[in-house]
């Protein structure tokens, strides 16, 4: 599983580093401490890519790779670039569908890991909203199947539309809450997949994010979500 995961995302950095080599960019690899400003000498960013007066800090991960003392770094992290003219921070996410599989064997996120997570995506929807919206689906995701447990839901798939729909059929969803769900799903997929949307804003994100807030507390209240 780790190896796997440190491939995926390997992968998907040096697709990055094509990407920006090609656009003119100069590409460092897990730069060494005399490649990096003195604001970040305390971390270790996967690439720095620099142009002229731009400069990049991209960190890569994929969701198997993301934990609470993950998440806590990417802030800080986020927050050290953004103080500073002339740099960016950039987050990227591997496909969660590329380690759907391996993510079964190792069980869904629980509760308290989603609101932690969804910390760091409320963070990156300011500059990110492209990284900001897979990162806030997958969190969306795993609520709606505590949501189906808490429940006891018996379903065929957790497919994100099947599950969408039979929480609405049941009714632990109200019909304004589905319809976002819809349109972020709708927006989330667009992204993934490598098309553009213009629909996609920061307000779109928030408020998944809240939704997400507002589905986890009915684990709480035992009431129906809406």
Same mark, same amino acid.
């Given at each position: 599983?780790?190896? @796997?995961? %440190?491939?995926? #995302?390997?992968?998907?950095?040096?697709?990055?580093?094509?990407?920006?080599? #090609?656009?003119?960019?100069?590409?460092?690899?897990?730069?060494?401490?005399?490649? +990096?400003?003195?604001?970040?000498?305390?971390?270790?960013?996967?690439?720095?890519?620099?142009?002229?007066?731009?400069?990049?800090?991209?960190?890569?991960?994929?969701?198997?790779?993301?934990?609470?003392?993950?998440?806590?770094?990417?802030?800080?992290?986020?927050?050290?670039? !953004?103080?500073?003219?002339?740099?960016?921070?950039?987050?990227?996410?591997?496909?969660?569908?590329?380690?759907?599989? @391996?993510?079964?064997?190792?069980?869904?996120?629980?509760?308290? !890991?989603?609101?932690?997570?969804?910390?760091?995506?409320?963070?990156?929807?300011?500059?990110?909203? !492209? @990284?900001?919206?897979?990162?806030?689906?997958? +969190?969306?995701?795993?609520?709606?199947?505590?949501?189906?447990?808490?429940?006891?839901?018996?379903?065929?798939?957790?497919?994100?539309?099947?599950?969408?729909?039979?929480?609405?059929?049941?009714?632990?969803?109200?019909? @304004? #809450?589905?319809?976002?769900?819809?349109?972020?799903?709708?927006?989330?997929?667009?992204? %993934?997949?490598?098309?553009?949307?213009?629909?996609?804003?920061?307000?779109?994100?928030?408020?998944?994010?809240? +939704?997400?807030?507002?589905?986890?507390?009915?684990?709480?209240?035992?009431?129906? %979500?809406?």
């Amino acid at each position: 599983m780790a190896t @796997s995961t %440190a491939n995926l #995302e390997r992968e998907r950095l040096l697709k990055l580093a094509e990407e920006y080599r #090609e656009k003119g960019y100069e590409v460092f690899f897990h730069p060494n401490l005399e490649d +990096l400003p003195d604001f970040l000498k305390t971390y270790r960013p996967d690439m720095i890519v620099r142009r002229g007066e731009e400069n990049v800090v991209i960190e890569v991960k994929s969701r198997a790779s993301l934990n609470s003392s993950s998440n806590q770094y990417l802030s800080n992290l986020a927050k050290a670039v !953004e103080k500073h003219p002339g740099w960016r921070f950039e987050f990227v996410m591997t496909n969660p569908e590329d380690i759907m599989y @391996s993510l079964k064997a190792e069980g869904s996120l629980q509760e308290h !890991e989603i609101e932690s997570q969804l910390q760091v995506a409320r963070q990156l929807t300011t500059q990110h909203p !492209e @990284s900001a919206i897979l990162y806030s689906w997958s +969190l969306v995701e795993a609520t709606l199947r505590l949501i189906t447990e808490k429940e006891e839901l018996s379903l065929e798939g957790f497919d994100p539309l099947y599950l969408i729909n039979q929480l609405a059929t049941e009714g632990v969803i109200s019909k @304004s #809450e589905y319809q976002l769900l819809m349109n972020a799903l709708l927006l989330r997929n667009a992204i %993934a997949h490598g098309f553009k949307t213009t629909q996609l804003t920061q307000n779109s994100v928030y408020e998944l994010i809240e +939704l997400t807030e507002q589905l986890l507390r009915t684990l709480h209240t035992g009431d129906e %979500a809406g």
